[in-house]
């Protein structure tokens, strides 16, 4: 059996470390690129949103590294994602790859189900062996997201602009290679202290924009176009409350409990919405009433043809709370320069409000 699954961020550095780990066969596709888009797309049924056609470009290429048995992540929610994996499973057999997609379903059985999953994988491998591989990859998907958290702080600041982008490349690959908590750990700090040691512009207060929207073009930096980078370019510090390493500690441990991360987002958004409508539909909503004050303006990054973030986008308008929003529909349609002029605009815009609250 060979293992394959599409590409999220960095979520395959964590998976690599409990394959290895279990010493099972793990093949990575390589990271989504414009091949990876143009497969998906050309492959996929009309409407589909970009999520879908990315990790179905993802599937195929690793089924063509002879992947048998793909991961894809599927959930009983109201947003069709539900469907995907049968769906995919079925174009992939259409295109004559004989492989099984084993969907990573966390919305019922939790925690459990995905051990359940991790045992069946391992051909039946002891728990005293599948546990402490699945708290090692835990362990590198948190010190990935807590080098991240400082990456986006940095980039508005440094002296030398690229340096945080060069640093957390670094900081990927080293993580990646780690092999023992003690090295883990020694990455994190020499990474952590690398950053701080950068050379900042202490005078400059950089404008603060919330990234909100939909799951997987938040945390896929080739679906977003590198949207993070570009605004740190352009001084601008990012603020994203969804991080995996969050969404795991929730998703798996804590909302079992009775701990809803999401409530104090729910209960901003009710005026305006009552109800899940899929997705992170209400949860988007909710960040604009609750970051109102706190930051200067929030990207919805909306997928195309994704019915939750239509919704929330056709309701953000109407909020009483002031703060502009920028909407940016991602798809295979959405082309750089574009994007960037849009950036540059919004940008210009936070800062003449900024000047004009400063001087009234
Ligand atoms: S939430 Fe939207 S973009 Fe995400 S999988 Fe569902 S329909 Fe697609």
Not at 11 to 32: C, E, G, H, T
Not at 151 to 170: D, H, S, W, Y
Not at 270 to 277: G, T
Request: with cysteine.
């Amino acid at each position: 059996m060979r293992i394959g699954m599409p590409h999220m961020g960095n979520l395959y550095i964590p998976f690599k470390a409990l394959f290895q780990r279990l010493n099972m066969d793990f093949v990575i596709p390589p990271p989504s690129n414009q091949r990876t888009l143009s497969l998906g797309v050309r492959y996929s049924p009309e409407g589909m949103c970009i999520p879908f056609k990315l990790t179905l470009g993802n599937l195929i290429e690793a089924a063509e590294l002879g992947a048998d048995t793909l991961l894809m992540p599927a959930g009983s929610g109201i947003c069709r994602l539900g469907y995907y994996a049968k769906t995919q499973e079925q174009i992939l057999h259409d295109l004559g790859y004989d492989a099984e997609i084993l969907c990573l379903g966390v919305s019922q059985r939790k925690l459990f189900g995905l051990l359940e999953i991790i045992k069946r994988l391992s051909n039946n491998a002891p728990w005293s062996k599948i546990i402490p591989a699945f708290r090692f990859g835990l362990a590198k998907l948190n010190a990935l997201d807590r080098i991240e958290r400082a990456v986006q702080k940095v980039r508005p600041v440094e002296g030398i602009k690229g340096t945080a982008n060069r640093l957390f490349a670094q900081a990927i690959k080293a993580t990646d290679q780690a092999d023992n908590y003690d090295m883990l750990k020694r990455v994190q700090i020499d990474y952590l202290e690398q950053l701080n040691q950068v050379t900042k512009d202490e005078e400059v207060q950089p404008l603060v924009v919330g990234i909100i929207g939909e799951f997987y073009v938040l945390l896929e930096p080739f679906s977003n176009l590198d949207i993070e980078k570009e605004l740190g370019k352009l001084g601008v510090e990012v603020r994203r409350t969804l991080f995996t390493s969050e969404w795991t500690k929730f998703s798996l441990f804590l909302n079992p409990l009775g701990v809803n991360e999401k409530d104090k987002l729910h209960k901003a958004a009710l005026p305006y919405l009552k109800r899940d409508i899929g997705g992170e539909g209400w949860e988007s909503v909710g960040e604009k009433v609750l970051h109102a004050k706190e930051y200067d303006g929030l990207i919805h990054l909306a997928p195309f043809t994704c019915m939750p973030e239509i919704v929330a986008q056709n309701i953000m308008p109407s909020t009483k709370e002031n703060i502009p929003v920028l909407t940016i529909l991602c798809d295979e349609q959405l082309g750089k320069p574009g994007m960037l002029t849009r950036l540059e605009a919004f940008v210009d815009l936070l800062e003449h409000r900024r000047r004009a609250k400063v001087t009234t």
